[in-house]
């Protein structure tokens, strides 16, 4: 099915029944004239963001855009494992209130949800957007206005969650959306699976990196999502990448995230997610101030209920030995929330 910009901005960003807020009804709260620039205007400044669609473009043709390498033509029509298509298909493009604290703010981050995806884990919690790619297709040209019906809502960010697959077309609508006045930093919400030649390409480009860290162990990996065994070595040097490209986690006077690392861990039963290992790994190969969230919310969903070890929610134990191996191994910048709930289960526990 496909859509015009017309239809889409007229009907609302809305696909999956979230609220509708009208473009006037806030504005950017970007500062004028403020010194902070996303890292794609200084590309383009630079005169290389051109040459930057065009090479991740080239890769649709043989499509090599994350470690499953499938080869496929997708500018003619292939589809490769993710089943996605050379033009972005999108769920949803709304101000988004359940993200970290810093990406929400006051406006919210502005969440683009694109459809179908190249990990596929079989607890996934957006099943009918990632798996059966429920979605609308549009093109860079409707992707570039979404972003920049975003920034006029008064969201602090463009936050596109599964974007692996459809990396290049995120960048064309970002040099469209840029040239129409878009200056709100880019969060690139991923599942960590990356390879390291595609993130290169994003360098200068991405913000913000959002990426999980899933499991630390193969067999798991392979188990859980789709037979990707070597999903934690990869993750591994592509987390090291980001942080190569944006550094540390830096906030602005209001609390806003503007650049850097955000890493995304969900505490698994059963200890699947490999929790200790990850933040060992973590304070062993980066800095221990790195921003970390350690999450408890794990739910049974799309065909967990199929796996024992995976077929049930955490216990509050599990969640405070993940917070307690995180404080152990002396990482310093656990999110706020996860240790508020850290405090409130240990003091309800000792009370
Ligand atoms: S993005 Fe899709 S088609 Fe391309 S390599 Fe990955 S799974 Fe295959």
Known sequence: MEITRRDFLKGSLLLGGSLFLSPISLCARQKKGGEWHPAYERLEQEGTLAQRVEQAYAIFENCELCPRQCGVNRQNGERGFCRGPARPMIYSAHPHFGEEISLVGKNGSGTIFFSNCNLRCVFCQNWPISHEGKGKKVNDEDLADMMIYLQKTGCHNINVVTPTHVM????????????????????????????????????????????????????????????????????KRALIEMNRQVGELQIDKRGIATRGLMIRHLVMPNRVAGTEKFVKWLAESLPKSTYVNIMPQYRVEYEAFNYPKIARGITVQEFLEAMEWAENYGLTNLDPRSVAARNFYSQRRSG
Do not use: C, F, Q, W
């Not at 699976?193 to 990996?221: F, N, Q, S, T, W």
């Open 168 to 235: 290049p077309n995120i960048l064309g609508a970002t040099r469209i959306a840029l040239k129409k006045g878009l200056r709100l930093p880019l969060v690139y919400n991923t599942s960590g699976y990356e390879r390291l030649e595609i993130l290169k390409i994003l360098d200068g480009i991405v913000d913000i990196y959002l990426p999980d860290m899933k499991y630390m162990d193969a067999d798991h990996a392979a188990k859980y999502s789709a037979g990707a065994a070597d999903y934690p070595e990869v993750a």
